[in-house]
């Protein structure tokens, strides 16, 4: 089977409706082994472009994911990012603001993050949690001293509002947006959750807090619903990864990833014939 990456984005008008978006789908490998050569492929080519980004200077790329405790955010990312020279990529994990934080606007904290061109940057989590955790726990709001007694209505559109302007004025600026939602079934996390349980080795993955929000499992879907709705853009589309088989969707994210660095049309920067004249000189005094 080959990716298709239009078959996993959420085209901007879309209407969402997530039991309608598969969590497993006919894997890409044909075997373990099958797998593990294609992964070493896509991880080459990524390395490849990333290096090129770094090298031409004139995008930046942030990558979003966001997903359900146990869907494989950081496994993706691990994998995924293997090869990739750690000085032109930074990972940002973003748990509950701290007291700084909270005196700002919700955009604030991840902003101050935002890949330099040339860069790769990953969101772990990112400002979608205002409009997700926050929507589904809305006594959140109550710490972060908004102006006036909310209306929560508005409050989700103000935010989805000011999510786009900022993603379509990075776009315009040379910050290519690229967000992956790990659709995870329930029954799937379920058996996650065990397993960190069962196996000494993932203990320390383990979280109580885990268990209790699985208790609000119908509210976060309506929750992702309505950000996928309001937020997928042109510039700035989801693409919802069937996240039950990790192997398939490291590969489908890989696929994604590099399917958007295509579109760029990068080059290494070309060599003036006055360049070319003093890199000759110096290279004569170099094989002297």
Known sequence: MKINSADFRVREGDMVNLRQWPTKVKPVYASKDDYHVLQADHVAQLSAQQQL????????VLLIFQAMDAAGKDGAIKHVMSGVNPQGCQVFSFKHPNPTELQHDFLWRTTRNLPERGRIGIFNRSYYEEVLIARVHPEILRSEWLPATPDMKAVWHERFRSIVDLEKHLDANGTRIIKFYLHVSKEEQRKRLLERIDTPEKNWKF?????EERK??????HAYESCLNATSTSEAPWYIVPADDKRNARLIVSRILLDTFAKLKMAYPKTNAARRREL???RKQLTK
């Open 207 to 211: 979280s109580t807090t885990d268990i």
């Open 53 to 60: 980004l770094y090298a031409s200077n004139r995008y930046a």
């Open 216 to 221: 609000f499992w119908n509210q976060y879907m």
């Open 280 to 282: 000759q000189s110096i």
